[in-house]
């Protein structure tokens, strides 16, 4: 059984940057997607950035941005370590929700209900 915990976020001003990190445990599929939502108050959970680790022959590694976040959000990932990292730069009150991270097995959309594992989401306040 794959599970995910979730460190970093917080609180910061407008311009500020902040880190989450993700560490998966059990996450033995070959080929594998994990990725950051959000979801702020009242709104629906959205995606932020995701990395689809392929299976090293035909099925190649690829990142994904959502626009919102593309040039200010860079997601890294560690495949001995199974840690997803988002180092969030020039930040906006905007940025501001719960982040979950997420896994799943094989392709890799953003969209939340194609993933069936999740962490408990951290808090990123982002004050103007």
């Known amino acids: 059984q794959v599970q995910l915990v979730e460190s970093g976020g917080g609180s910061v001003q407008a311009g500020g940057s902040l880190r989450l990190s993700c560490v998966a445990s059990g996450l033995t599929y070959n080929t594998y997607c994990m990725g950051w939502f959000r979801q702020a108050p009242g709104k629906e959970r959205e995606a932020v950035a995701r990395v689809y680790k392929g299976d090293g022959d035909t099925l190649h590694d690829d990142t994904f941005y959502e626009d919102s976040v593309k040039g200010r959000f860079t997601i890294s990932h560690d495949n001995a370590k199974k840690t997803l990292t988002l180092l969030m730069n020039s930040q906006k009150p905007e940025d501001t929700a719960i982040y979950y991270c997420?896994?799943?097995?094989?392709?890799?959309?953003?969209?939340?209900?194609?993933?069936?594992?999740w962490g408990q989401g951290t808090q990123v306040t982002v004050s103007s």
């Open positions: 997420a896994a799943r097995a094989g392709v890799c959309y953003g969209i939340p209900s194609t993933f069936n594992t």
